[in-house]
């Protein structure tokens, strides 16, 4: 599997955009890949991100939060060297309007990075987080979050070909090393199904798919879903 250094080692990242960043997990992909950046933003539209990004961050002087809607990104038209999205699409209407808001402003020259888990072509124990995912997105959409199915590959290669970026490089990334049938990894979920299927209340179909999938992680077992990144230059 290609590492973060393959991927990003090569690109000059001076000043790094990561959209609806959460708690800044991208970030760490990026610090380990990047050979240098001077400032790192992170904007998200949900305050509570702003805390978890802070503390992980607070010995990084050059790494902000901002709290921002990623429709409406409140920084000057190319004014970054790199802007990144990951697993972040999916939980857009518009993912097309996000994307074009992120090209504006990076700035010619600059590299643009879509990364996102996908659908299709997944193992069965990859499937177990395909399901998995699409169960959360299904408990997200009754509480009022948007939050789509996630993407096929060949959906995610079309949404980033709208913006036609040049010398466009795609890997795929896919870990299945691991047992898939860990107790640990259970024992980890569990958390997650309790409050999923507490937020479901009222909607027992929801909670028994919940149950079924609980199943699943115990009897297939579960590996991550495949990720693809793509990354081209404005
Ligand atoms: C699955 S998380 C991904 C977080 C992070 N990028 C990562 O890979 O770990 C999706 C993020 O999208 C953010 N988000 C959803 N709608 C948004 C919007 N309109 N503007 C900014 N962020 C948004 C959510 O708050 C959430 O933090």
Known sequence: MPTSQDILGHLPAGRVLDVATGSGGFIHFLLEG????TEIIGVDNKERAAAAFEKAFEEKPNIHFQLMDANHLDFDSDSFDLVCISNS???FDDPQA????????LRPGGYLLVSEMYCDGQTETQMTHVHLHHWWGAVDTVSGVTHHETYRRDELVGLVSGLALKDVAQYDLT???DDPRNPEISAELNPVFEQYIQRAEGHPDL?????????R???????????LVIIGRK
Not at 207 to 215: K, N, P, V, Y
């Open 98 to 105: 996000v994307l074009s808001q992120m090209e504006r402003v």
């Open 207 to 215: 909670q028994a798919r919940g149950e079924e999938l609980r199943q």
């Open 175 to 177: 870990d299945t090393s």
């Open 34 to 37: 990047l050979k240098d950046y």
């Open 89 to 91: 699409l999916h939980h």
């Open 217 to 227: 992680v115990a009897e297939i077992g579960f590996h991550s879903a495949t990720t």
